[in-house]
């Protein structure tokens, strides 16, 4: 007797996770549609962002072209002789894996960069 109650139970317990799963994962996928999760930059683009930035570092003076934009928002810029760095619409000018050292654009950010004239932007 106690062998079928503990089946019973054991019956009931499991439909009520079925019953459960069945609503948590379409109730999921719903919100995930809603409230896109992934970090993308809101309404970043080109405009944004300076053409050209100009650089020293070194004693050389450098001119660093906007090159793309990835979806998180870091824009990524490259001189003619394939140096490269990056900068957020927020964050400081950092150089790219095997760029120079810290030149005078290093740690800057776009409003510091276009403060010391360094910054060179589109006509609109």
Avoid: W
């Amino acid at each position: 007797m106690e062998y079928l109650q503990s089946r019973i139970v054991l019956r009931v317990k499991s439909r009520l996770l079925v019953v459960f799963a069945s609503i948590l994962t379409p109730t999921l996928l719903l919100l995930s549609t809603i409230f896109n999760f992934q970090a993308h930059a809101k309404d970043v683009s080109f405009i944004d962002f300076p053409f050209l930035v100009h650089c020293e570092a070194g004693g050389i003076d450098r001119a660093y072209y906007l090159s793309k934009i990835t979806p998180d928002g870091v824009a990524v810029y490259i001189s003619p002789d394939n140096l490269a760095g990056t900068v957020t619409i927020n964050g400081a000018a950092e150089p790219a894996m095997g760029g120079e050292g810290p030149g005078n654009c290093s740690g800057k950010t776009l409003q510091e960069l276009r403060s010391a004239g360094q910054a060179f932007y589109l006509q609109r």
